[in-house]
């Protein structure tokens, strides 16, 4: 058996038609829209509405943690818009939407990243697309576990939840013998990025659970430069898959 795994898509629609070339399937944790480039400034939702050099002033706020100035310059930009900001937000989405997941390979095993919008799938998912959120699947002969989203943060990317509903899904899975989650477990190395120069935000559940069950694998996304792209928790490899933007490559998962 084998599976093509990819994280943080953002956009990369043309690398993502030939993600699953010679697999079994494909398995995607998640981020497919691209809101805003930290490398390209000229590109995503930011940029095409206010243009480059105003995306890259929002970057640097937000990389400063200056979060209160970065939402006050959002709000500003927004007001120069006619009609609801959230309507043009929707409507750059959905574009995206429609072409990544035209591009989507079937069969393919997805949950959501923090920067998705989970409600508006549904109008773009093919036969071949299985959604998974705190649900478990057989692929193979083993068992894989499904967590979407992120948790909480100052960023208030679109599908953060809080602690105790992602703990929740995390413990509805049970043993598994490949845990696939959106954002790491909390292990520092894992967590940190190199280009970005922050920790984000890991799951203590998912390392609890890590601990107590030892699957053979839990995969994940989410950092896109980190400091350890892989470490072993008993048994267990775990392996940050993406940043399948800037790689283009999918993480190759056989038995």
Not at 42 to 47: K, L, P, R, Y
Not at 63 to 91: C, N, Q, V, Y
Not at 112 to 132: E, F, S, T
Not at 204 to 218: F, G, K, S
Request: net charge negative; proline share 5%.
């Amino acid at each position: 058996m084998r599976l093509h795994v990819v994280s943080d898509v953002h956009g990369r629609a043309d690398a993502l038609a030939r993600a699953a070339d010679g697999a079994d399937a494909l398995v995607c944790l998640g981020d497919l829209i691209l809101f805003v480039d930290y490398h390209d400034h000229a590109q995503g939702i930011f940029a095409d509405l206010f243009g480059a050099e105003r995306a890259a002033e929002f970057v640097a706020l937000r990389t400063a943690k200056r979060f209160d100035e970065a939402r006050a310059m959002s709000a500003r930009l927004w007001a120069t818009l006619d009609g609801d900001p959230r309507e043009h937000i929707e409507r750059s989405v959905r574009t995206q939407y429609d072409q990544l997941f035209t591009a989507m390979p079937e069969p393919a095993y997805l949950t959501y990243g923090n920067v998705d919008i989970p409600r508006l799938w549904p109008d773009y998912l093919r036969p071949g697309h299985q959604v998974l959120d705190g649900e478990v699947v057989e692929i193979g002969g083993w068992r894989f576990g499904f967590v979407g989203g992120g948790l909480r943060t100052d960023y208030r990317t679109p599908y953060e939840i809080d602690d105790e509903e992602y703990a929740a899904k995390v413990e509805a899975l049970g043993e598994v013998d490949v845990l696939c989650t959106h954002i790491p477990p909390a292990v520092p190395e894992l967590l940190y990025d190199v280009v970005a120069r922050r920790l984000e935000r890991g799951s203590e559940a998912t390392l609890a659970a890590i601990r107590r069950t030892q699957p053979r694998y839990a995969l994940f996304g989410h950092v896109h430069q980190p400091l350890c792209r892989r470490t072993r928790i008993g048994r267990t490899e775990c392996v940050n898959v993406g940043h399948f933007r800037g790689r283009g490559v999918p993480h190759v998962l056989e038995w």
